[in-house]
C-alpha cells in the first residue's frame, strides 16, 4: 500500500501550482478497483469547476506516471469536496463553524465515538468544540478524529450556492 504522506509530498505542491488547496487524499479499493482520490478546492470559493478538475487531473497523471508512487494498477479521481464535504484539516472546523456535522473518532470521547451536532470552532489546544445532539458541548480532540464531514441542510445549501449558473438557461426540463 502506498504511503499517504509521500503521495501528498508528490501531489500538494501540483496542487498548489494551480492555485488550488488540498483537501483529501485517500487511497481505497483493491485489485482492479483500486482509486486515489483527490479533493482540492479554490480557496476564494472552496469549490472546483469540471474546468479545474480537469486541469489537475491532466496535471496528476503525468506527475504520477512519473514518479510512480503506487505499485498496483489505479484510477485516478480528482473533485471538489461538495456541499456535504469533509472535514480534514484543522481550520476547515473553523471554516465550517455554525454548520452540522457527524464525526467519528479513533478513541472514545466522553464515552462516545461518533458525534452529530453543531461545529464550534477550535480551542487553544486543538480541540474541536462541538455541541452533539446527545451528549452536549464536547471537545474533541484533533488528533483523534478519524472521520469528519458537513451535513446536508438547508442553511449549508443556502451558504454554498453554486460558483456558476451559466448554461442553466440552456437544459431542458420536462414539464
Do not use: N
Request: with cysteine.
Amino acid at each position: 500500500m502506498a504511503d499517504i504522506a509521500a503521495l501528498t509530498a508528490l501531489i500538494e505542491p501540483e496542487v498548489k501550482a494551480l492555485g488550488f488547496d488540498l483537501v483529501r487524499i485517500k487511497l481505497f479499493g483493491s485489485g482492479d478497483e483500486r482509486t486515489l482520490q483527490i479533493m482540492a478546492e479554490r480557496p476564494e470559493t472552496k469549490q472546483l469547476v469540471i474546468e479545474d478538475c480537469a486541469a489537475l487531473s491532466r496535471r496528476l497523471s503525468d506527475v504520477m506516471d512519473e514518479a510512480d508512487p503506487i505499485e498496483e494498477a489505479y484510477r485516478l479521481e480528482v473533485s471538489s469536496p461538495g456541499i456535504d464535504r469533509p472535514l480534514t484539516r484543522l481550520h476547515d472546523f473553523v471554516e465550517w463553524g455554525g454548520f452540522e456535522a457527524r464525526i467519528t473518532v479513533t478513541e472514545a470521547v466522553e464515552g462516545r465515538k461518533t458525534f452529530k451536532g453543531m461545529l464550534g470552532g477550535v480551542d487553544d489546544s486543538d480541540g474541536v468544540l462541538f455541541t452533539d445532539t446527545k451528549a452536549g458541548a464536547v471537545v474533541i480532540p484533533f488528533a483523534l478524529i478519524d472521520g469528519a464531514k458537513l451535513v446536508l441542510t438547508d442553511a449549508l445549501i443556502s451558504a454554498t450556492m453554486p460558483l456558476s449558473s451559466e448554461g442553466a438557461d440552456d437544459i431542458e426540463t420536462e414539464g
